[in-house]
Each structure stands twice: as structure tokens, then as C-alpha cells.
């Protein structure tokens, strides 16, 4: 029964997250799902309008939520419902967050006193010309120099803007019923064109519909300055997304071949059922569209609904909340019953490294990349690949530390990727230098490896020191072994590390005709293989032991995170894929912390509490240099 | 007497020199691309990478302090460092071959680096409108005087002379006719502006056309910006003053005089390297994902013409599939005038094939090396 445990009590925490995954059912009846899985054409690529409504809500306020006027929280996509079809209602809900005290005395209200303010689009409309005016004078600012003022007023006049063109996807917010106005405009059509026509060659011609034809044209023509998402497929190039159609050019076009394609059609008669209220009406259109984009553009409407699926499933949120109980477990199982519990946190630890390789996975499909794209990707890559390394370890040191180094890494990886995510779209499409997968699958991914064998390594080097300075349980075994745990890592960093490097250099003769050009990110990748020579060399050459190793090995930490994100943020070189100018504050946070471990790893052994308890005084007593030192 | 010869070389063969060296090259690097932000890539690359030492300039003294190694002299080091340690060392065995393999390959990299240094072309660019032929590149850094002799009946004589060695008060023979020029005033970098928007009526200028004169401005180090020198320069013939001329870079309009019966021109512009064959723009393309204004692909479709060669092709150049011609490698770089100008980038590096070769020893060598440690350990832990 004993034995049992572990699997019971993982198993069931395994099935609990996975439960979460599954996408919520409609509430009242309507087919909510069927639309948020619609496909969409934005920043290049086909998404469903899921993510669009996650995307643009998250942009909007810090919770990406929809929460209407009467305080109901909806789903994202019931949200862009909303905004797409009925947007008297968006326009009184909350939607627009102001977290500067300034921008909110420009609008002169007094209540706000919290963190957050929100505003819906309706409050905000007496400031529009205001708000405008001072994001234009922002924009005349250099990027790096703006005020908090001036970056929050162009974040809320982008966010209005979207809004506004999200109204005008699929419709002309400002028609009454737009389903009507498409039936008159069909009507008008073809005697607009001969009227035109006549009027062309110089014949009579019937001056009521040439009229009506203009009128048509230029509102149309308005209306596609509104354009960003762009939701009429083009069957006739299934695979190719370039014949996508904002509604506007849609219907522009149906001038030309007089026939208002099928798509504007179906959202027309959404529009009508949703707007009277006409549930099942709705759900039969919803149904009815899905049917023809399955048979016309059958792998875009598969995607989407995967990618709809993932959106609910958050795999990566599930994975970190169970690498968090997984780190829990794992540091009682130091102090309490270590084989029960060190026994779930493993079974814990692979549930979660299966259910953040599934993400992975998707998220490949998804985008038909290699895993590491951009900044977030390499997030989740690089704790994915730690994870791996210390399922691995734990297989051959058993001792129930690579298992909580794995949860650390899992958890603090996901964490920042997660953080990174609020910036936009973590699927977006690639810059043009970037779009090879060749080079992807094996430089950048061999660098990202690199990153993860760096962290596990100094992570291991902080328990060695936090163990060894704190704590009494700290026994020579443990020591030689985290120093073997250590060095093999190391290694496995610098190969990692040097062949991306040398990878990276070829890729760059390649394509820019010169192996090595000093750019910042070249030379954070080199910094990262020249410290790890310098540990292997104080290995080899007897300077540094266990103590020495684990001190440096933090020290590693440093200069990993330097490389992979502090250079993106000197804004210069060719690697201007990756810029952000934000988290200066946490990675300054993180390498003072780091440091502050070296010191302590760096007070003498006097007192360190875990030799104390040995009785030993001198380092040089354990016997450190084993066998396999190497000398040149 | 090889005894001796250990002896001279103990102390550079201590692993306590390579940690020391491997630590300078970190600051350097780290250093050096911190800079960047404040003088870009190519100043950085001359201050800490191609250097011998770093300099500390005290504010207000025109003092060169050196208070740290730079990358020639950290380079070197590290290289007798490999070469000693070897050849103190030295034994054949497997145990030792991926070391071995992947210190020579290391060793290779220094040599070839240093040399591809020495040896190597500057880079430049390659501007074409569309339809526009071009057989040179120009410098994005530097700026020439140009000196032609146009009387020649199909092709022209051209004298290059560095903008830099053209500081106030210096003088230049040049090896033709008995020319001098001689420079009265330089700005290393300067704007053109309209005399009426002098600051103040005698703020110092240089006339460069009646519409324009040019004033001085900081060097620039910003990636994106190039200085424009401006010179003030009286030519001679003979001891014998022809005239004086006011030449801008910003504004690179030749000026012409007669110097004997030769009819010669002047022009200060960036620095050009003349190729052997000549490249057309026939078209650039710069297509975007479907919707937004993000880039998918930059290509420029050209015609390669080399006489001498015999060749007359078309091809295309797009990102990371550059051009490779005689020596010279063409990369897509940028684009300008709203997708019309097409920017290539020209690289020279005769010896591009050696780290390709050192690479591939590191490589080995460290997969041996470390391939060893694991079936050692893993052995270990089967027996245990």
C-alpha cells in the first residue's frame, strides 16, 4: 500500500490539471466555441478568432479579460463578439486600463486612487481629440526617452485604435443593420456597373444608380482604413494567405465580379441573428460557415481549431502549476519522508515535463517551426530542455535534488515566458533573415540548450552553497556528488554552447559573408563558452574543487542571462529581432541576487554549517580531484 | 639545451595564464559590446578586438593612458599560451587526442583571425537604383579625395587619398605632374546648411556653393549615421598655386581645373573600391506577409557582367543566399528610396575557409574529449 502513494497522490494531481485543460462549455446555448474557432487573418497569419480576441484584450487591459458593464467576466472570444457585432454593448464595458496617475488627471476623474483605472470606450470618448494630441507629441520623442506619461498615452491610443478596427472587421459599426445594407448594395450592383459603363462611353446613362455605385464605392473605401484583421478567405489559393480580404476589399472586389462573395454573406446573417437575439439562428450559421471553410480551406480551419483548443488548454500554466507543487514536495522530501515523496515529486515532474512537451509540440505544428523562434519560445524551450536534463540525472543520482532543479527551472523558465507572452503574439511570423528552418532547428536551438545547461549548472551551485552554508545535512557524499553533477553539466554546456557558436558563425559567413562581426549577440554566446573554458581549465589545473565550481558555476548564471537577454536590450547590432527595452529591473534583481550568493558561497568554511557538522576545518581535507582531471 | 628551452617557456605554458587570458578576453568582450551603444560596432571593433591596448583619456588632457590589454596582445598570449603548453606537454596518446584536436583547431582560429585581419578587405556597400550599373562598392566609414585625370580618351586616372590624412595644414605630393594639395581646414564631419542659417554672422564655415556652406559637427559613432567630412584645399603645380576649392562630402560635386594641358577633377566622396567586373540592378523586391508591413523577404535580382570572364548572368540575391564571386561575397543589406535602391553589402575574406576547418576540429575534438568522460562515468556507474 506504502508503495502506492506516490502514484495515487501524483496521478491524481496529474488528472486534476489535465481536467482544466479541456475548453469551457457554451453558456445559454449559443454556439460561442464554433465563432472563437473561426479563422482570421492578422499580422500575416491565419489565427482563430480566439486568439485574435486574447490578443487585442490583453493588449487592452493587464488581465486580458472582457468584463461587460453589469460586471459579468466573460470568455476573450464573447468579448470580440461583441465589439465585431453588437458594439453598443463593448462600448460601455471596462475595457481600457490607465495605470498612470498623470494620464489619469487628464481625464479629471477623482475616483481613482488604485493601481489600475479602467475606462470604457463610451468614457473615454470626450477625450479622444486630447488623447491624440498628446500621442502625437509623444511620438515625436525618441523611443528611449519617453516618460512613463507618454508611453502610457500611446499604449491607450493604440488600444483605441484597435478597437475601433475591431468594430470594423466584418461590419461598418456605424450601419444599422448591415445585413440590409449588403442586400441594397447587391441590388445596386450591376446597374451601377452599366451605369458607369454607359457614362464611360459617352451614352445615357441612369444618374440614380451611378450615384448609388459612388456612394457605395467611397464608403467602402472608408471603410478600409479601418482594416487590420483581415476575415474573408480566399478559397481559389487555399494555402497561400495573401488572398485574404478585409470585409471592405471584399466588397470592393464585388463590384468588379458582382457577386458579394459567400464569407461576407454568412457574417452578414450572424450579425442579424445575434444582434435580434436569435440564438439558434446564430448557432446555424456559425455551423453552416464552418461547413464551407472545411470544405474550401480545410488545413487553415484545422489549425485554427487546434490553436483554439491550446488557447483553453494554457499547457504551459497547467505545467508550471505543477512543477510548482512538484518544487514543494521536493523540498519537504529533503527534510521529510524523502523516498514517499521524493518518489511523487519524479512522478509529478515527468507529468509535467509530458504535458509542457505536448505545448511544445502544438506550438511547432502551429507555426511549421522549429522550436525556438523568438524570446518566448527560447523561454519555454530552454526550461524544457533543463527539465529533460534533470529527469536524466535524477536516474543516475537518485538523491532528489536534480528533481527539485528541474521543478525550479521548469517553473522560473515558464514564469518568464509567461511574462513575456503580454507583448503580443508568441506565434508571430519571422523577420526575413530568420526564415530558415535549417539554421533554427540547430544554431539557435543549440544555444538555447546551452542557456538551459548553464542554469541547471548554477542552480546545483546555489544548493551546493545554500546546503552547504545553512544547513547540517550536508554531507561529504552529497558534496562530491553535486560537484559531479555539477562539472558533467558544465561540459555538456560548453559543447552545447561552442557548437552553436561555431554554428551561428557559419550561418553568418553564410549569409552575411563574414564569420565573426562583433555584434552583441555574437558575443554574448562567445562570453558563454569563454567562462566555461575558464571553469574547465580551474577544474583541470586543480584551482577550483567543489566549492570553487559551485561559486563560478553561479557566476554562470550571470553571464547567461546577460547573453540571452540584457544584450537584446542594448537595442544595436543584427540581431534586432529580439529587441525589448522592458525587465532591465528584473535582470538587474537577478544578477545582484546571484552575486549575492557567490559572496556567501565565498565566506570562509569556518562558517559553513554543513562542514562544521562534519568536524572538518579545512576544505582541502575532502578529497576533491578525482581520477578523470585532465591536464593538457 | 631543450631543457633550457622548458625552461624559458615554463612560465607561459601554466593553466594559471590561460584562465587569466580567457578572463581579459571576457572583459574585453564585454566591454566591447557594452560601447557599442555609445560608438557602434566598427569603433568598438577597432577600441578592444584589433587593439593592443585599451586607453583612458583623462578629461581635458591629451593623454593616452593604456590601463588594459586588448584583444592583439590577449589573442597572442592565449596562442603562445596553446603553443607552449603542447610543446611542453606534448606526448601521443589516445587518451589525449580530442584535447590535442581541439587545441590545434583553437590554435587555427587565433592564426586565422589574426590574419584574416591583416589581410582582409574593409566592407562596404553596394547602392544600386533600379536599372543603375556599378563596378565599385563604397565605404560606409571612410571618405577619399579623389584626384582624376580625366584627359585619358576611354578611361579615367584615378588618385585615392584617405579623407583622415587630410587635417589642417597638411600637405600631399601627389606622384603625378608635380601636384600638391594642401589642406587649409578640415572638418571630420560636417552639415551643410544655407549661409542664412548661420548661428551667428561669423561662426566659422566653409563656402561650398553659393546656396549651401558647411559648419562642423561631432563625430558620429550611431549605427545608422556616416560623418561627412568637408576640407578646405589649395592645389599646386610646381610650387605654383592653381587655385582653392571648398569640397564636401555631403555635397559630392567634382570640381574641375587644368594643370598644364591635363584636364583633372576633385571630388571628396566615400571611399571607393574599384571591382573588375560591373553589377546591374534590374529589379528589387521587398514582399511582406499578406496584411501587415512586416518583412518576409528582400531580394534583388541583378546582372553580373565580367568581360574578362566572359560572363554575363543574371541572379538573385536575397536573405541568406548572398552572391559569391570572385572572392567577393554580396548580401542583401538594406533597401532605401521607398524599395527602389537596393543596399548590398560587399564582404572580401580570402581566408573564409579556415574557420570552417578549425571548427570542425573544435568540434571533434570536444564530442572525443567529452564522449570519453561519459563512457568512463558510465562505466563507473555499471560497475558500481
Known sequence: MKRLIPWILGLVLVVWVISRMLPPKDAHGLDLNGFAKLPVLVGGRVMPMDTLARLSLSGMNHHGTYTTAGRMVEQPSQGLLDVMMMPEHSDTAKLFEVSNQEIVDLFGSQDAKGQFVSYSFNDLKPYFSEIEKQAAMATQADSETRNPFQRGILKLRDSLRLYLQLKNTIQAEDSPDFGKEIEAFQMVIQPGIKAVRDRDAGKLFDNQDFERIVLFTQRYQNLSQAKYAFAIPSPQVPEENDGWQHVSQALLSAIGHGQVPYPVLAYCRMISAYRSGDIVGFNDVVREYSDYLSKTIPQKLDRAKIEFLFNHAQPFLQAMALYVIALVLGLLSWLFWPKTLGKTVIILLVGAFLIHTAGLIVRMYLQGRPPVTNLYSSAIFVGWASVMLCILMERFYRNGISSVCGAVIGFGTLLIAHNLQLDGDSLEMLRAVLDTNGWLATHVVGEALGYSAMFLAGLIGIIYIVRGVFTNSFDEATSKSLGRMMYGVVCFATLCSLVATILGGIWADQSWGRFWGWDPKENGALLIVLWNAIILHARWGGYARERGLAVMTVFGNIVTSLSWFGVNMLGVGLHSYGFMDQAFGPLLAFVVSQFVVMAIGCVSLEHWRGIKARGRRKESDIPVLTTDAVQP | ?384
Open chain 2, 1 to 384: 639545451m631543450t631543457s633550457k628551452i622548458v625552461q624559458l617557456l615554463k612560465p607561459f605554458t601554466s593553466p594559471k595564464l590561460t584562465i587569466f587570458c580567457l578572463g581579459c578576453a571576457m572583459v574585453l568582450v564585454f566591454l566591447g559590446t557594452i560601447d557599442q551603444v555609445n560608438i557602434g560596432v566598427y569603433e568598438a571593433e577597432n577600441r578592444y578586438f584589433r587593439s593592443f591596448f585599451l586607453f583612458f583619456t583623462p578629461p581635458h588632457m591629451d593623454l593616452r593612458i593604456p590601463w588594459f590589454p586588448g584583444g592583439y596582445i590577449v589573442g597572442s598570449l592565449l596562442l603562445v599560451n596553446l603553443l607552449a603548453a603542447h610543446a611542453a606537454r606534448f606526448r601521443l596518446s589516445l587518451k589525449k587526442i580530442g584535447i590535442v584536436l581541439l587545441h590545434s583547431g583553437l590554435i587555427l582560429l587565433l592564426v586565422g583571425q589574426l590574419f584574416a585581419d591583416l589581410f582582409v578587405d574593409l566592407e562596404s556597400q553596394l547602392r544600386l537604383d533600379q536599372g543603375e550599373t556599378k563596378n565599385y562598392s563604397e565605404s560606409f566609414y571612410f571618405d577619399e579625395l579623389a584626384v582624376i585625370d580625366t584627359s585619358g580618351a576611354d578611361s579615367d586616372q584615378v588618385i585615392s587619398i584617405p579623407a583622415s590624412r587630410l587635417s589642417k595644414g597638411s600637405r600631399i605630393d601627389l606622384p603625378v605632374d608635380g601636384l600638391r594639395i594642401v589642406s587649409n581646414d578640415y572638418y571630420p564631419n560636417s552639415a551643410l546648411i544655407s549661409p542664412s542659417q548661420l548661428p551667428q554672422p561669423g561662426y566659422p564655415h566653409l563656402p561650398v556653393g553659393p546656396m549651401a556652406v558647411a559648419v562642423q559637427l561631432e563625430k558620429t559613432y550611431k549605427q545608422n549615421e556616416r560623418n561627412l567630412p568637408a576640407a578646405d584645399l589649395s592645389v599646386f603645380k610646381n610650387d605654383k598655386l592653381i587655385g582653392s576649392w571648398r569640397l564636401a562630402a555631403g555635397f559630392p560635386r567634382p570640381i574641375s581645373f587644368q594643370a598644364g594641358v591635363k584636364k583633372y577633377e576633385a571630388v571628396l566622396r566615400p571611399k571607393r573600391f574599384y571591382k573588375p567586373f560591373a553589377i546591374t540592378l534590374i529589379q528589387f523586391r521587398h514582399d511582406r506577409y499578406a496584411g501587415t508591413d512586416i518583412a518576409k523577404n528582400f531580394s534583388s535580382r541583378i546582372r553580373l557582367l565580367d568581360p574578362s570572364r566572359h560572363e554575363d548572368r543574371e541572379s538573385l540575391i536575397f536573405m541568406n543566399n548572398p552572391l559569391r564571386y570572385r572572392g567577393f561575397t554580396f548580401y542583401q543589406a538594406g533597401f532605401d528610396n521607398n524599395d527602389q535602391t537596393t543596399v548590398l553589402q560587399v564582404a572580401k575574406n580570402p581566408s573564409w575557409l579556415v574557420p570552417y576547418i578549425s571548427c570542425a576540429l573544435i568540434v571533434i575534438g570536444m564530442l572525443l574529449q567529452f564522449g570519453m568522460h561519459l563512457l568512463s562515468f558510465v562505466k563507473r556507474r555499471v560497475i558500481a
